[in-house]
Every structure is written in C-alpha cells, then in structure tokens.
C-alpha cells in the first residue's frame, strides 16, 4: 500500500506556520518505535515464512538469484521566501522490489500494494525472465544481520516540530539580509528524510536499516544597479539536527551564500582559452566524480562504453592521484550500512598512484568480471533494480602546501564552487560551469570571475595533475547523482589541485 499525505501553505508567516506545528508532528512522532528491531513486521507484516514463500516463487521458473527489497519512506520540507514560508509538504511512500536474476537478465517488479496477494504476483511477474524448471537454486535459511551504524542520530529531523526548523531558517535569513545592504532575496529550504529499509534474498541474507538525511539550504540575490547575482550554500548528510550545533551553524549557511552573491557583484568576464586551472578543496570534488568516477563504475566497463574499460593495471592519471570510494565515513552524504543488494561497504582504491586498480561493483558486474562485489549496489527506491553507484568518492591527500600551489601559478584560474555540467562517460569529456572562480596573477588570487566553463577530457585532465595539496575537504551540501534515471545522494571531495592546462570558456571578447 502507499501512502501520501500532502499539506501546502502559500504565503504563511513565521508565527503562522509555528502555529501550525501539530502538522508536521501529529504523525512523525508515531514513528518513534520505527528502529525497532523488528522493521519487517512493523512496517511490512511480512516474517521470515512469507519472504521465504515469496523468494520460493521468484526461483520457481529456474533463476539463480532472487530479492526482496521493502521500504518505507517519510519525507517533509519547507520552503522560505520573501519573510513567509512559501510551502511545506510531508509524504509517506511504501513499497517493495522484486529482483530476480538469470545469468546477468534481471526480471523486476514493484508493488505499493503490500499484501500477499499483491507480492506474490511482483514475484511471479519478475520471475518470468527465467524458463528452466530445471536448474533451480534453492532459497537458503534466512537469517538477520546486524549492522555497524554510521550514522547514528541524536535528534531526528523528522521527527522535529515545525518551531525548531522555522528557528533555524529565521536565524539563516536574517544573518544573509544582515550580511549587506545589497541583499535584496532570500530563500531558504529544508528538506529530509527517513527511509525504512527491509531486505532479504534466496541467500539466506537479510537486514534492516533506517536512513537518515536532511539538506539545509540558503540562496541570496545581491542587486547593485542592475547588476543582479546569486550564492547559494548548503550543508547536511546522514545526521541529526545536532548538525548545526555540532557541525555548522544556520547563519554560517547563510553567512556563506551571501558572501558569494556579493562578491559576483565584483565579477569580470575572461577571455576563452587554455590556462592552468587551479581545483580548490571540497566541492572542487564534483569534477572528480562526474568525469572519473562515473566511467569507473562497472556496469559501464563491463560493456566497454567507458574510457577506462579493459585498462586495469595500466596508467590512467598522474602518479600523484589516488582516487577512492568509500561509503564508511560517520554521518557523510553518501556513507551506507549497507548496499541495497545486502554488500557491505568498502574503501575501493579505483586509482593507486595514477595506475587503475578497478571498478565500483555490484552483484552483477561482479560476477560477470570474476571479481568480488565492492559494496556499491545502489536504488534510489523499490520501485528501480539497483546498479554500479558511487558513495562518497574522492582524492587523497598529496604533500604540496595550497599557498606554495597558488604560488607556482604565474597566470590561471582558480576554481572554487561548481555548478551544473554535463558529461560523455564514454568518452569522458565533459563542460562544467564554475560558479565561484578568480584570476591569478603572480600567485596570488586577484579579481573574481564570472561565466566560466571548464571544457576537457576527464582522463586526459588526470594526467595533467601537477601538484596536489595536503588539504583534503569533503564537500557538505546536499550532491545528489543522477544515473539512469535514478538519483542517490553522494558525498565527495578533493584536496587542491593544480592541473597544468584545461581549455577555460569564458565570455569575453578578445581585443
């Protein structure tokens, strides 16, 4: 069965959605038992005989593998703008996911309706990608595993009442308004969720786990004349709302995206061309993920539709770049107890000292390539099978200082913060837009920039690493990965980079 529940507000105050609080609490605190042991039954009302019979069904016409996949999901947000909360929302889904695998086919099904009916049909429709009576695997006895949590939660967003949310977007707008008079917009948004999750397959494996995560977010518009520009900033993960006294403040979000709107003010176009780019630390570690880590996940190479395919164990980057995986890290965007196909995590060396190491797996690739899965089998919900995703991917640190970096640089960009892009995976080439960058000029940052592009060959860029500082930063936003049509949230970063030559789009006219 699924369930959405929807409220919107248009143009409510702060004290007139405080006063509305019961909204977003009336449920949520009902699912304070929801990390009970027992997700199976309290959610789903299914035990270890009904997944049995189910899983017996999926193997019925000959399969090799089968898997049930449950997950029920509660997600709330608000919207702020112009001193009055613009909107607000709270949805419940339910569901499950049948997998079932012959080889590499994969039958699958969803059902919102979770009644036996309802799932043994799911099981008998993904079953239909197999037909040999003959050949079948048998269902092992299913036991439940425990699970290291790394996230753990001292106080769950949505489980919070409306007056603390609104307090933390009161104390984000009114520091960015403070922050200059040219300020002329605000927006500010918070958005989270909690996921569920039940699993279990015909390998006798099973587990459950509750999946926390928020992104808090601020935008601002800085006018001068009619000069208009915008910063935005975020910050989150898999935590709690202790984030912000733990982590970073809401005024600092906000403080952040000001600062950024008003500097653009200040701007220069720059000409078009090659230059020596300069990839500061943290959200620099998009450009990583996108033109690398996405050609290194294996359903792509398996196919050999990436530029890294059948090059394992040669050269594909500097000797300075190591590259890794790793969905182990306490409370990150795109950490993980566990793949949705029921992996563990691991910390994947994908490029050790320039050579390639391997590829992000899951079963399937595995399997195919004779090798051990990497933990990285990811959905973004029941309803999509899962496939080869990254967690948090990023660069180890080198021993060259930033400012001896910025120094080595006689003329260049400095790239800060990223926007959107686009890239070719099988190819790797790629075009970024960058939204924050400066010139530099004799070593030192100069003047701000504005409409540059970054235009290059994610391979070819790894070979043109030159130096690599020992400040490695993980971005802390809200990075969600699109692949497919299914979106995960991701976590990244990188240390500053110095890469020799990247051909720079800018708008400016050569004389």
Request: hydrophobic share 40%; glycine share 10%.
């Amino acid at each position: 069965m699924k369930r959405r529940d929807f409220i919107g507000r248009t143009s409510m105050t702060l004290a007139a959605a405080a006063a509305s609080e019961a909204w977003l609490t009336s449920v949520l605190r009902g699912q304070a038992s929801a990390a009970t042991p027992d997700i199976f039954g309290t959610y789903f009302g299914v035990g270890p005989e009904e997944m049995k019979r189910l899983l017996e069904i999926c193997l019925s016409r000959g399969a090799d593998f089968a898997d049930l996949f449950f997950e029920h999901r509660v997600a709330s947000s608000l919207f702020f703008e112009e001193e009055k909360v613009k909107a607000a929302s709270r949805g419940i889904d339910a569901g499950v996911g049948v997998r079932v695998v012959k080889g590499d086919q994969v039958g699958f099904a969803f059902s919102e309706d979770l009644s036996m009916e309802s799932l043994s049909t799911a099981a008998r429709t993904a079953s239909a990608i197999a037909n040999d009576a003959a050949a079948k695997a048998k269902v092992m006895p299913i036991g439940l595993a425990k699970l290291k949590n790394l996230y753990p939660i001292g106080d769950l967003a949505t489980e919070a009442d409306l007056n603390r949310k609104l307090g933390f977007i009161n104390e984000a707008n009114k520091t960015a308004r403070a922050y200059s008079p040219k300020i002329t917009r605000v927006t500010c948004s918070f958005n989270d969720e909690v996921k569920y999750l039940a699993y279990a397959n015909s390998d006798g494996v099973s587990w459950t786990d509750m999946q926390p995560v928020f992104v808090f977010s601020t935008s601002c518009i800085a006018e001068e004349g009619t000069n208009r520009q915008t910063g935005y900033e975020s910050g989150g993960g898999r935590i709690g709302l202790e984030y912000f006294a733990k982590k970073r403040p809401a005024a600092d979000i906000a403080r952040e995206a000001a600062r950024l709107s008003v500097t653009l003010l200040e701007a220069k176009d720059i000409e078009a061309g090659p230059m020596t780019v300069v990839l500061g630390p943290k959200d620099s570690g998009v450009l990583l993920h996108e033109a690398v880590g996405h050609g290194l996940e294996a359903d792509f190479n398996r196919k050999n539709l990436s530029n890294y395919s059948g090059r394992v164990g040669q050269r594909v980057a500097s000797d300075l770049c190591t590259v890794v995986d790793e969905g182990l890290f306490e409370n990150m965007r795109g950490t993980i107890n566990v793949d949705d196909e029921g992996g563990a995590p691991t910390s994947t060396v994908l490029i050790e000292n320039g050579i390639l190491k391997g590829y992000l797996h899951d079963r399937i690739s595995a399997q195919a390539m004779k090798v051990n899965a990497t933990g990285n089998g990811r959905r973004q919900s029941y309803a999509y099978s899962p496939m080869p995703r990254m967690t948090n991917t990023y660069m180890r640190p080198g021993k060259s200082d930033p400012e001896e970096i910025l120094k080595s640089v006689k003329r260049g960009i400095y790239a800060k913060k990223f926007g959107g892009g686009q890239v070719d995976i099988t190819k790797g080439d790629f075009t970024f837009s960058v939204n924050e960058s400066y010139l530099i000029e004799d070593g030192k940052l100069t003047t701000p920039l504005k409409g540059v592009t970054l235009i290059g060959n994610g391979p070819d860029v790894m070979t043109k690493v030159t130096m690599v500082g020992n400040d490695l930063q993980f971005a802390d936003g809200g990075w969600t990965c699109g692949k497919n049509g299914q979106s995960v949230p991701v976590g990244m970063g990188i240390p500053t980079c110095k890469v020799s030559e990247i051909t720079v789009g800018g708008s400016k006219v050569k004389a």
